[in-house]
């Protein structure tokens, strides 16, 4: 770290920009943890920090493969992201970074954050960062600053970043835009052959992943590798022509690992070759963006005079059946519109 980034020395201390800057490019971790922490921050002050932060780090980034990583609870994507990720580590000498959301309680909005307790190799490897965030209600999969914690991550010099989901939900695909390759984990012989997983899901995918296929299960995987194959042969083919593959794995045995990293690395070989890598990262950014407008936009309307003392009023209104939801919607955007 050069001697001209200068960390706090005590909690309430900042940094400026260029030390911001310099920490990040020189792939100092500490100074990468307080950057993410900066843009997740909720205080106007180190909101406009942040805008500066990334503003300066353009020309650096771009540079990394964006893998993300969903699944149905209990498929095990931490113990898969812990072996895929010590493959990249220990086997090809590459640096990976880590975002793992945890999902947050509805009603405390904490979170556990225990995602490097279940990646125990890359938690002690030097060549890895793992940075848990809560997802804080946000919907997607994602939280509402990841895909800013991408960009610092590359800018620090990570050359393949894993984004690690909350879970298959209703909303999930809103990871997609922050993912070069989109991979789905799923269980062996879990009953339903959707398994719950909705079809937006499947048509996104660029790879699938049966996990667990180990011991009495081999047999079950093979069986939802072959059906999951079939079903993807019903679904229209991508623009670009990439076919989304369907491979069997045990993260705990390690079989299969090395397969699915190939299929990532083809996967890019395949859309820079046909220049869809560059148009799916900028229709990424554009959606970002427009995401970011609506939740400022509805961060505005709450703060706005007279929504807060009408919001719980009309929300009992119509809880009792006294007033329909249109009505209700009506009379907040007019209360809003009228005190701007």
């Given at each position: 770290?050069?001697?001209?980034?200068?960390?706090?020395?005590?909690?309430?201390?900042?940094?400026?920009?260029?030390?911001?800057v310099?920490?990040?490019?020189?792939?100092?971790?500490?100074?990468?943890?307080?950057?993410?922490?900066?843009?997740?921050?909720d205080?106007?002050?180190?909101?406009?920090?942040?805008?500066?932060?990334?503003?300066?780090?353009?020309?650096?980034?771009?540079?990394?493969?964006?893998?993300?990583?969903?699944?149905?609870?209990?498929?095990?994507?931490?113990?898969?992201?812990?072996?895929?990720?010590?493959?990249?580590?220990?086997?090809?000498?590459?640096?990976?970074?880590?975002?793992?959301?945890?999902p947050?309680s509805?009603?405390s909005?904490?979170?556990?954050?225990?995602d490097?307790?279940?990646?125990?190799?890359?938690?002690?490897?030097?060549?890895?960062?793992?940075?848990?965030?809560?997802?804080?209600?946000?919907?997607?999969?994602?939280?509402?600053?990841?895909?800013?914690?991408?960009?610092?991550?590359?800018?620090?010099?990570?050359?393949?970043?894993?984004?690690e989901?909350?879970?298959?939900?209703?909303?999930?695909?809103?990871?997609?835009?922050?993912?070069?390759?989109?991979?789905?984990?799923?269980?062996?012989?879990?009953?339903?052959?959707?398994?719950?997983?909705?079809?937006?899901?499947?048509?996104?995918?660029?790879?699938?992943?049966?996990?667990?296929?180990?011991?009495?299960?081999?047999?079950?995987?093979?069986?939802?590798?072959?059906?999951?194959?079939?079903?993807?042969?019903?679904?229209?083919?991508?623009?670009?022509?990439?076919?989304?593959?369907?491979?069997?794995?045990?993260?705990?045995?390690?079989?299969?690992?090395?397969?699915?990293?190939?299929?990532?690395?083809?996967?890019?070989?395949?859309?820079?070759?046909?220049?869809?890598?560059?148009?799916?990262?900028?229709?990424?950014?554009?959606?970002?963006?427009?995401?970011?407008?609506?939740?400022?936009l509805?961060?505005?309307?709450?703060?706005?005079?007279?929504?807060?003392?009408?919001?719980?009023?009309?929300?009992?209104?119509?809880?009792?059946?006294?007033?329909?939801?249109?009505?209700?919607?009506?009379?907040?955007?007019?209360?809003?519109?009228?005190?701007?």
């Amino acid at each position: 770290m050069p001697s001209s980034v200068r960390l706090p020395r005590h909690r309430g201390e900042r940094l400026s920009v260029d030390e911001y800057v310099k920490g990040v490019l020189a792939g100092n971790r500490v100074v990468l943890a307080k950057a993410i922490t900066l843009i997740e921050s909720d205080l106007p002050a180190d909101a406009d920090l942040a805008i500066q932060l990334l503003d300066a780090l353009l020309p650096h980034l771009g540079k990394s493969r964006r893998v993300g990583i969903t699944g149905v609870p209990g498929v095990g994507k931490s113990t898969f992201i812990d072996a895929l990720g010590t493959h990249l580590t220990r086997e090809r000498g590459e640096q990976l970074a880590v975002l793992s959301v945890d999902p947050s309680s509805s009603l405390s909005r904490g979170s556990i954050l225990g995602d490097k307790t279940r990646m125990e190799r890359l938690a002690a490897d030097d060549r890895s960062f793992i940075r848990p965030s809560p997802a804080a209600g946000h919907l997607g999969g994602v939280t509402r600053r990841t895909r800013e914690a991408i960009l610092l991550c590359e800018a620090a010099g990570y050359r393949n970043i894993f984004i690690e989901t909350v879970g298959v939900g209703q909303s999930e695909t809103a990871v997609h835009l922050v993912s070069d390759f989109f991979l789905l984990l799923i269980l062996p012989g879990a009953g339903d052959e959707l398994q719950g997983i909705k079809r937006g899901i499947l048509e996104l995918v660029d790879g699938i992943a049966v996990n667990k296929a180990d011991g009495d299960n081999r047999g079950h995987a093979e069986h939802t590798r072959a059906s999951y194959s079939s079903a993807l042969h019903l679904f229209p083919s991508s623009p670009h022509g990439w076919v989304p593959r369907v491979v069997t794995c045990s993260a705990l045995e390690g079989t299969g690992i090395p397969e699915i990293w190939q299929m990532v690395l083809d996967h890019e070989a395949h859309l820079e070759a046909s220049g869809e890598l560059a148009e799916r990262r900028i229709r990424g950014s554009l959606q970002w963006m427009r995401d970011l407008v609506l939740n400022g936009l509805g961060e505005i309307f709450d703060s706005a005079t007279g929504i807060a003392e009408l919001m719980p009023k009309l929300e009992l209104e119509v809880r009792c059946g006294r007033v329909s939801p249109l009505a209700a919607s009506r009379k907040l955007l007019d209360t809003f519109k009228s005190g701007r």
